[in-house]
């Protein structure tokens, strides 16, 4: 079994199918701490900072998507 198929069991064996809200952010800090051992979410971003490059990433998308956070941009300018 390679990799994505160990993860997919894993995911399928936890039922995580759904990231939205809280329960979301919980399911990736245990999939941080099972897998990478880490005790918490904060510290899985400042060890992996691919991870943060992807948030920030996300975080530009969704701005152009997102009336709020563009106006909140647009005071920041």
């Keep these: 079994m390679d990799v994505d198929e160990k993860f997919r069991v894993y995911m399928d064996i936890n039922r995580f199918h759904n990231f939205?809200?809280?329960?979301?952010?919980?399911?990736?800090?245990?999939?941080?701490?099972?897998?990478?051992?880490?005790?918490?979410?904060?510290?899985?971003?400042?060890?992996?900072?691919?991870?943060?490059?992807?948030?920030?990433?996300?975080?530009?998308?969704?701005?152009g998507r997102n009336q709020e956070w563009e106006q909140s941009l647009d005071e920041l300018l």
């Design 20 to 63: 939205e809200g809280p329960r979301g952010v919980d399911r990736v800090e245990k999939i941080a701490a099972d897998i990478g051992g880490y005790r918490d979410i904060r510290e899985f971003l400042a060890d992996n900072s691919g991870a943060c490059d992807a948030l920030v990433e996300f975080i530009q998308e969704w701005t």
